[in-house]
């Protein structure tokens, strides 16, 4: 069984920093890509981050220069810095990995970690 489990949300103030960790576990296959993704009230889902397993990154156009998506391979664990924050940042981020086994594509989800980000 694939597990995702997030860590570092929480409230802080607007410039803030946060970073987000996401430890993967379980029989995955191979990697393709990890990312982070949020929602906020109200709106749909929006891919924040994401990392190819190449490692090449991939911004979301409003948290570029203010977020940072990096990656552990050996611990199969994603991160995101998160510097500069705003409160429009406010939202349940939630990290997703992309995986390949045989000849099937997987797609996992976290359970999502609240940011807030007050004025």
């Known amino acids: 069984q694939v597990q995702l489990v997030e860590s570092g949300g929480g409230l802080v103030q607007a410039g803030g920093s946060l970073r987000l960790s996401c430890a993967v576990s379980?029989?995955?296959?191979?990697?393709?890509?990890m990312g982070w993704y949020r929602q906020a009230p109200g709106k749909e889902r929006e891919s924040v981050a994401t990392i190819a397993s190449g490692g090449d990154t991939d911004y979301e156009d409003s948290v570029k220069g203010r977020f940072t998506i990096s990656r552990d391979n050996a611990k199969n664990t994603v991160f995101l810095q998160m510097n500069s924050l705003k409160p429009e940042d406010t939202a349940v981020y939630y990290c997703?990995?992309?995986?390949?086994?045989?000849?099937?594509?997987?797609?996992?989800w976290g359970q999502g970690t609240q940011v807030t980000v007050s004025s």
């Open positions: 379980g029989s995955i296959g191979s990697i393709k890509a």
């Open positions: 997703n990995v992309k995986t390949i086994r045989a000849i099937w594509d997987y797609d996992y």
